[in-house]
């Protein structure tokens, strides 16, 4: 996706011909707070995604990736680092993960 999670939920709104209003009460979300997250000016609450997914239909699991791409890439560019981070980032998953599971493997 090459816009936000705001400029999204802001098109498929629009698509489905919710108001502010309409959608902020079907996510529980007030309409003023709905605008900021819609023109970036405010970040959506994690647990917000899976009723999203509900009335849009759409895939829990894509959500929650391109949230978590753009909070990343948010934290990136706020830090003033560049991609290479995100290899850094790649390392350190194998590596918590294979650590994780030697432990899980230890006997009790």
Known sequence: MNKSIGEYIHNLRKQRGFTL???GA???IDSGALS???NGKKNIDPKCLSKIAEVFSLDLDEL????LSE??????ISNARDES????????IKY?????SKQSELPL
Do not use: G, M, P, W
């Open 21 to 23: 209003t309409q959608l």
């Open 26 to 28: 079907l996510l529980s």
């Open 36 to 38: 900021k997250i819609e």
């Open 64 to 67: 929650k990736d391109e949230f």
């Open 71 to 76: 909070k990343f890439a948010y934290e990136i």
């Open 85 to 92: 981070v995100l290899k850094l980032a790649e390392e350190k």
């Open 96 to 100: 918590i993960r294979s650590k994780n």
